[in-house]
């Protein structure tokens, strides 16, 4: 078993991560980092956020049920009720699916809700790529500003695109607030890194109760993450990241509001 010799755990983390399982309803901790992800781990590691491997939650729970409750967020025929923040890459409505397309020199740019208090919820949404490029949705999202323009910060979970080898879609990333808050790189994450389809359709759904947070891609577990408060509520945001290029579709973005 693979676990840095920086992440053992001692009696008093075992008593916080044994409060914890009884506040969340958890019963399944990590700690092992994948070896094939161990170049990953060296990168992160260090990041503001970055979680202790053992005290990690897995996400054992299956997809909630997607059939009941749900509204569209999305006409199908224009983006009312959404508008673009952050950089000026490009979002639109072609054959009704949402198109955002990456912006040679742009600072990565969010589609977000004009609604900006989503608290607990089931977001689920359908991703392609016709171009290669980061993206991701952010959700309990917040925003500042920053010189002309406005810097989104918060949750986000990672649709990191269909090359590369790190294949952490489904995680959850600090966009702009410390990096990464759940990485996948646990060997108990394979089935999660191995989800996405590269070259079709991918649902991905995330689901925030109180201060628990947990995404599936394509109905696989992936992320369970305990927030420690700070983002209690917000917008959601779909994400083009920078770069020089990336083109991402969108269909199905729907939402289920808990406790209404």
């Known amino acids: 078993m693979f676990r840095h010799p920086i992440y053992s755990i001692c009696v008093t ?42 005290a990690m939650l897995l996400n054992t729970d299956a997809e909630p049920d997607l059939n009941e409750g749900f509204r569209p967020l999305i006409s199908g025929s224009d983006l009312t009720g959404w508008t673009p923040k952050g950089g000026t890459c490009t979002f639109e409505i072609k054959d009704d699916l949402l198109v955002g397309t990456c912006v040679k020199g742009s600072d990565s740019t969010y589609l977000c809700t004009d609604k900006d208090d989503y608290k607990d919820f089931i977001f689920t949404c359908d991703m392609k790529w016709e171009v290669d490029g980061n993206s991701g949705v952010m959700f309990r999202a917040q925003s500042k500003p920053k010189g002309k323009s406005e810097l989104v910060f918060g949750p986000q979970a990672e649709m990191e695109g269909i090359t590369g080898d790190r294949y952490w879609s489904g995680g959850i990333y600090g966009q702009s607030c410390g990096g990464y808050f759940y990485p996948l790189w646990l060997k108990e994450h394979q089935a999660a890194r191995e989800a996405l389809k590269r070259d079709d359709w991918n649902r991905l759904t995330i689901q925030a109760t109180g201060n628990v947070f947990k995404t599936w891609v394509n109905g696989v577990p992936a992320a369970h993450f305990v927030d420690d408060g700070t983002y209690a509520k917000g917008f959601f945001g779909l994400q083009i990241h920078k770069g020089a290029k990336g083109t991402v579709l969108w269909k199905n973005v729907r939402v289920k509001e808990l406790n209404q």
């Open 13 to 54: 983390g075992a008593l916080t991560l044994a409060a914890l399982a009884l506040t969340t309803g958890a019963t399944a901790f990590a700690g092992e980092i994948d070896p094939a992800q161990l170049k990953w781990f060296e990168k992160y590691h260090k990041q503001e956020n970055a979680p202790d491997p053992a």
